[in-house]
């Protein structure tokens, strides 16, 4: 038996006890068909109220807070543990999709609105209206029914980034993405075309390989990554779900100081830490919210995992089984911890 005990916003609520067995709510189990004997003690905190589509967590190591979005709700929020409070800001004109940090700045971010990376001004210490300065690039061009999706920096400030068709009765047109980066002259480059869903993107500690996931296929590639000309290479699959049986797809991913991946399962209510190195599944986290959508570390030693999840179009069933669908989650005391996330390279004449 273990227990693990619910904060929701800013508030103690109720204890959960849990047994890790296949029916437990939330457990900590090595692989899908075995159940592990916990031995450590985790928590699961709420920290946001539920969105239509949470994704891509921030952490702002200067601010000690959690930055993220409701890409249909057109909203990006910020999360401050030290208050409990969270705060959102309206920005609209499409679909806000990621919110990252800029080099040098602390109110200073690039946010993706549709098709475009957008440098915007923001002081979350209040709900209101981001300051958009500047549309810094435009991706797929050449395309009217895409949009972005899941972005990351790497070590040199350079922003990666893909898009994915549109959406047509809960099912995206395949094979219509692309994965781009930009770098401070803000010109896109595009590496890979076509892809369906761009997801996930993660660097080893060595910054020599790159992590890549392209929903739809169910695996996760990783590829040489030459951080000095910003190029990839020589694309292997570290990670197939179907050699472990399991349902959803990846989503968004992160990695740990020991290499290994912590991959968001959409649609199917866990986060997966991976071993890539050797294919291998560690072990899984069962939280209560079926469309886990993206991880990230925060915290001030980097050791909260944040997961964001969705809401949006679940059944009045999983409504009622799975109430805190769409909120943001803090996981402690996982033994592990991330790194400092990179923020954009803007060159100053752009501030």
């Known amino acids: 038996m273990n227990i693990v005990t619910v904060k929701i916003l800013g508030f103690w609520i109720f204890t959960l006890i849990i047994i890790f067995d296949t029916a437990s709510m ?20 709420v920290v946001s109220p539920p969105l239509l589509l949470g994704e891509g967590p921030f952490w702002s190591s200067e601010l000690q807070k959690l930055y993220f979005v409701d890409i249909i709700g057109e909203k990006i929020y910020s999360y401050d543990p030290n208050s409990e409070q969270t705060v959102s800001a309206s920005v609209g004109n499409g679909p806000i999709t990621f919110i990252i940090g800029v080099e040098n700045s602390i109110d200073n971010f690039i946010i993706g609105i549709g098709k475009n990376v957008t440098l915007i001004k923001w002081n979350d210490n209040s709900d209101k209206i981001p300051s958009i300065i500047n549309t810094l690039a435009t991706i797929d061009i050449d395309r009217s029914d895409t949009r972005l999706n899941d972005a990351k920096i790497d070590s040199h400030g350079r922003f990666w980034g893909g898009t994915m ?25 595009k590496h890979l075309s076509p892809v369906s869903i761009s997801n996930g993107i993660a660097w080893n500690i060595e910054y020599n390989i790159m992590y890549y996931i392209d929903s739809p296929t169910r695996k996760i590639t990783a590829f040489e990554y030459d951080i000095y000309n910003g190029t990839i290479s020589n694309p292997r699959i570290v990670f197939d779900f179907d050699a472990y049986n399991l349902t959803g797809v990846p989503d968004g991913m992160t990695i740990d100081k020991d290499n290994n991946l912590w991959v968001a399962n959409y649609g199917a209510g866990r986060v997966l830490n991976i071993d890539p190195r050797h294919g291998k599944l560690l072990r899984t986290i069962e939280i209560p919210s079926q469309r886990v959508t993206s991880v990230a570390f925060g915290g001030l030693f980097l050791d909260i995992l944040y997961i964001t999840t969705a809401s949006a179009d679940i059944s009045l069933e999983e409504k009622k089984s799975k109430p805190f669908s769409g909120c943001v989650f803090a996981v402690r005391g996982l033994g592990v911890c991330g790194f400092t996330p990179n923020k954009f390279k803007l060159h100053k004449s752009e501030l």
């Open 26 to 45: 939330i457990r900590i189990q090595e692989n899908p068909n075995e159940i592990m004997n916990a031995t450590s003690d985790f928590t699961i905190s």
């Open 165 to 189: 068709g549109k959406e047509i009765n809960s099912q995206v047109t395949p094979n219509r993405g692309s994965l781009y980066s930009i770098d401070q002259h803000l010109v896109p480059k």
